[in-house]
């Protein structure tokens, strides 16, 4: 009978002791389960700002192309206007030399 309660107690301290050991696990994985939740919200609020910055970037890269077209097109006019203004300026210069 006394071996019996002495391998009953010895379970009974094997089984506290496994018990605080699950216990230990279970609290360090909680932790880590909190601080990866963590990480994660902040993850995801980093990535929604950077799809926001794309967003922004992207609209940029259109304003920007579109006043490229703009000024690209100034160019032609300004470059045609020279070019009338340059012919214009050689006919005037070959009646003056017809005159003289």
Known sequence: MESIIKSTRL????LRHSLE?????????????????????????RIKELEEREIELIENVEALMKDIAVAEEDIARWREACE?????????????????
């Open 84 to 100: 009338l203004e340059a012919e214009a300026g050689k006919a005037i210069m070959k009646e003056c030399q017809k005159e003289v």
């Open 11 to 14: 379970e009974i301290t094997e």
């Open 21 to 45: 050991a699950s216990r230990a696990e279970a609290n360090l994985l909680r932790e880590l389960s909190e601080s990866q939740n963590q990480d994660l919200a902040k993850n995801k609020l």
